[in-house]
């Protein structure tokens, strides 16, 4: 409904103006308490992304696929499994045994065998270096999952923190926000400020409390993509060591380029 500011006369008591004001403007009421989160240690970036190599799923399938490439290495150097066997052929169990002296029979042409092929030339030797090939590779993809993981665990661990430090400024300014309203409303209720004046302060302060709430909501998907990437979705919110605004390292564009091309896995 709308506002009405109060009149009063000059020998309102301060008692009575400050009752009839604080019932003609609304109450921005309080502001939400901070979400809960874990009692533990803080975690730090070496924490999530030690936990990330434990439980990522990416990494899992990069070394079980290294794993059974090593075993092609394996199996491209044995000989081939011998073959053992019985054969029977025109066989005629209903031919009728003839009477001496002639002779035939219909038990037909049958025998064993066994099947052994032997590789020559050094070809299992060839055979499993070609394997070999195919397991390095294997172990490069291993690497690039690792880095890969490494660096989204990286981003949303940032990420997470940027999103802390907007809840914490956003709480503040409503903080901030409530208590200039409340000011407002005392220099209203004694006679140094217009009935107009409060209810735009109390617009910033409705404000303030809308830009806590998205910034509370952005801190929750950045927690549980962080907990994705680190391989576990089910992991609660938890302390974050670190600052967002931490300076950035130095780095040597010449030392970094070196590294790149020595161990950068798409060379390699």
């Known amino acids: 409904p709308p506002v009405v500011p109060p009149r009063f006369g000059p020998d309102t008591p301060q008692a009575e103006r400050e009752g009839a004001v604080t019932a003609a403007f609304p109450d921005a009421g309080p502001v939400a308490p901070a979400a809960a989160v874990g009692d533990g240690p803080p975690l730090s970036l070496a924490d999530l992304q030690k936990l990330a190599a434990e439980n990522s799923p990416v990494l899992v399938r990069a070394r079980a696929e290294a794993d059974a490439a090593y075993g092609q290495v394996v199996q491209a150097g044995l000989y081939p499994n011998p073959t053992l ?14 009477q001496p002296p002639a002779t035939g029979s219909g038990a037909g042409q049958q025998g064993g065998f066994i099947n052994q092929l032997i590789k020559t030339a050094g070809k299992l030797r060839l055979a499993q270096q070609v394997a070999g090939f195919d397991y390095v590779n294997a172990l490069v993809a291993v690497r690039r999952a690792e880095v890969d993981v490494t660096a989204a665990v990286r981003t ?10 907007g809840v914490e400024v956003n709480r503040a300014l409503a903080t901030l926000a409530d208590e200039v309203y409340r000011l407002q409303l005392r220099q209203v209720a004694a006679g140094e400020a217009a009935g107009y004046e ?9 404000l303030a409390r809308n830009a806590l709430t998205q910034s509370e909501v952005s801190y929750r998907a950045a927690w549980r993509q962080l907990a994705a990437a680190v391989g576990k979705p089910d992991l609660p919110p938890a302390p974050l060591a670190g600052e967002a605004d931490a300076p950035a390292p130095a ?15 798409e060379i390699l």
Not at 156 to 165: E, G, T
């Open 85 to 98: 066997g019985y054969q029977a052929d025109q066989v005629q169990p209903n031919l009728p045994r003839p």
């Open 156 to 165: 949303q661990y940032f990420a997470a923190l940027v999103a802390r430090k």
């Open 198 to 206: 409060p209810l735009q302060l109390f617009a910033q302060a409705e």
């Open 251 to 265: 780095f040597d564009p010449a030392v970094l380029q070196a590294r790149v091309l020595d161990q950068h896995t």
